[in-house]
Every structure is written in C-alpha cells, then in structure tokens.
C-alpha cells in the first residue's frame, strides 16, 4: 500500500516539475519581443558573403547579389535561377546641377563623373552605428573626379581610375585642377561613394544598398546632385517582360517615351519611388528606396523619375546639395534597396511547367494540328493560284487597226 502511495506521489512531484519547466520555457518566449529589431538575430536569416577575382557575392536563402569589381555592375536574381533571369542595376554616373528643374526638363548637368570603374571592397565591416539596422555585411566604395567643358557647359568622364582617398585628402587645395585638356576643368578626388550592404529583417528576399555620398572639395555651381541608374533585364526568349512604375495604391506599366530630349517621368506619389521588374505578367523583382533621405541630420524629400527611351531605361534620384557655415558641402544618406518576388517566381515556375505538362499530355493532338494546318494552309494556296489562273483575264491592245493579245 505505502509503494502504491510512494509511487503516486513520485509521479504528481515529476508532473509538477515538468509545468514548471514548461511555463518557464513560455515565459522565456515572451520575454522577447520579435518586434523589436534590437532583438532579432540577423544571423538566423543565413546572409552570407564571398568572392572570386572578378565578382563580389551575396547570398540569402532566396536570393544571390553579385557586384563587378571592375565597374560595380550589380546582378541579382533568384538562389535558384531555373528560368535565367538577371535583374541587372548599373550605377552609371552622378551628374551635378548647377539649376533647379524646370517642370519635367532635366537641366544639362555642369559636372559629372564615370561611376563604371573599379571599386574597392570592405568585407565584414562590423557593427552598425545606428539603432535598429542591421549590421552592414560588405561594403564597396571608391572616388572619383568631377569634370565639366568651360566652352559649352557639357560633361564627359573624368576618371582614369577610380582612387582611395588618403584622409589627409581633406586639407588638400580645395579649389578645381585644371586637366591636360585647357577646354576641361577637373575636380579631381571630389566625391566619395559608399554602397553600404545590410540584410532586411527576417526577409532573404530582399538586401537593402545604403548609399553615402561625401563631398571631399568644394564644387562651383552645384544646386543638386543625380545618381542615374541604368536598368536592364537579361531573360530567356519565351518570357515578355516590362517595367512597372512601383506604387502602393496604383500600378503602371512604362512605355518608351519616342522624344529625344531630357524630360524626366516623374514619381508623382509620395510611395517608395521605385520600379517593378514584370515578367509574363507577374512582378518578379525590384529597385526602390523610400521617400525621403538625410541630410545635414535632416529628412529631405527625394526628387526621382526615369527616361526611357531607345531601350535604355535610366532611373534617377536627385539630391539637394546643402552647404554648412563654413561653404562645406554636406554628406547625404539614402537607402535603396533591390530584391526578388520568390512568391511569384514559384507561380512563374508553375505556370511553365503547366505548359510543358500540356505539351506532354496533347503533343500528338497539338503535332496533329500543326500537321492539318500545314496542309489546309497548302491547300488553300494552290487553290487559290488554281482560282486565280481560270478567271485571268486577257489584255489586248490595239495597233495599226488590229488587236494583239498580251
């Protein structure tokens, strides 16, 4: 009998210990607010970053980055790449405003620089120094020369290579060289640009590209400043694809504009202002940044549109450039990102292979059809030159008061 007892109360102390052992465990869980982005452990979306001598890699659970060394061409598409699609962003060149916008009118730039050069690479560079982001995983960053014609105002390339600035760049002589060329004048070493590399919060579809510009001399006539994006797509024959204005509340496929000139399309919402890649209908991937970036520890309104024309489609994002009391141009923080729809890669993929399952299961209806078609077609054609030679009619002429037939 006292066995029996023993063994009963052996049994409700085990049941006990193992709900306190539970609660503790769902109290634990609590604790941890996943809303809070200092809590969510950045590790556990498996980011990782590698090389080779031509390309720089970033990897996610959906999605791989590559990065030219030699011209920073950035390449993205999904982990695995069964339909051959690569979304493709260049980062062509800054030009630099010397005037406001009029309406949709571009202004011709005063300066501008090459941005397709080689660049510089930081792997791992440690931790964010700002709340709620996550740590940046690769950095690639480089500087470059600002040059501009005296003689008509127009801008050409100004890099023979793009350069690390020493830090002592800054006590240089902050006034314009003048180029080999006497019809050039050249700010050398006057733009540095980082392209910044983080991972979005629980989602491997996505990689968000900070930019940093930091303005290292002074620059005569400058109201604003362009990053002009080229965008293209490289994809298999059988797919149509296009570009979507991206918006929140409306969507808009983009038509190549006939014009020859600089008339810009312009965001008018106050959305992401970015553009959806459109694949046989379906949104597959993706280039934006949201409304506003930093500028002397203030949010400014971003000024972005696109031309596109000729095949070529060219994004834009126009900053302000703000000066200090000194005349020191302030440095501007914006973030980009670009990504991939994986959700509508798996209805792309299973679209395409409803395809091929119908081929397989009627590919002797749809050969037989072809076959019918070849010899209706056929017949019809020679039933028509059949037609066509009984009702010819005959052409005669009259010549010396007689008649000859043609």
Not at 389 to 404: A, F, G, I, Q
Request: proline share 4%; charged share 25%.
């Amino acid at each position: 009998m006292q066995i029996k007892k023993c063994r009963k109360i052996n049994g409700f102390l085990i049941f006990i210990l193992l709900l306190n052992l539970t609660l503790l465990s769902f109290n634990t869980s609590l604790g941890q607010d996943i809303t809070d982005p200092d809590s969510i452990a950045y590790n556990d979306l498996e980011v990782s970053v590698s090389n080779d001598e031509n390309h720089y890699f970033i990897s996610t659970s959906n999605l791989t980055v590559s990065i030219s060394r030699s011209n920073g061409q950035i390449k993205y598409f999904p982990l695995n790449n069964e339909h051959n699609i690569e979304f493709i962003i260049t980062i062509d060149r800054i030009e630099i405003f010397g005037s406001k916008m009029q309406g949709n009118l571009l202004p011709e730039p005063t300066y501008t620089c090459n941005l397709k050069k080689e660049w510089h690479f930081i792997e791992d560079p440690g931790e964010s120094d700002k709340d709620h982001r996550a740590d940046p995983i690769l950095i690639m960053y480089s500087t470059f020369d600002l040059e501009k014609s005296i003689k008509d105002g127009s801008s050409t390339d100004g890099n023979d290579k793009a350069n690390e600035v020493p830090s002592s760049s800054h006590e240089k002589d902050n006034q314009p060289t003048t180029s080999e060329d006497p019809g050039k004048e050249k700010i050398t070493n006057a733009v540095k640009l980082e392209l910044i590399f983080r991972p979005v919060p629980l989602n491997p579809d996505e990689i968000k590209m900070d930019y940093q510009i930091t303005f290292l001399k002074e620059i005569p006539d400058s109201v604003s400043i362009a990053m002009v994006h080229e965008l293209k797509v490289v994809l298999e024959k059988n797919y149509v694809f296009e570009f979507q204005e991206m918006s929140r509340s409306e969507k808009k496929i983009i038509d190549q504009d006939p014009m020859d000139n600089r008339m810009m399309n312009i965001f008018s919402n106050t959305d992401p202002k970015g553009i959806n890649f459109v694949t046989n209908g379906l949104e597959t991937g993706f280039f934006t940044c949201e409304d506003e970036y930093s500028i002397a520890n203030n949010n400014k309104t971003l000024a972005a549109g696109y031309i596109y024309k000729s095949n070529l489609f060219e994004l834009y994002y126009i900053y302000d450039m703000v000066t200090d009391d000194n005349g020191s141009l302030y440095g501007i923080l914006h973030d980009p990102e670009i990504g991939i729809y994986s959700e509508n890669f798996k209805s792309l993929q299973e679209l395409k292979e409803d395809i091929q399952k119908f081929v397989e299961e009627h590919y002797k209806s749809i050969a037989a059809g072809i076959v019918i078609g070849v010899v209706i077609t056929s017949f019809v054609v020679v039933r028509a030159h059949t037609i066509a030679r009984k009702n010819r009619v005959s052409v005669v002429r009259l010549e010396n008061n007689r008649y000859y037939k043609k």
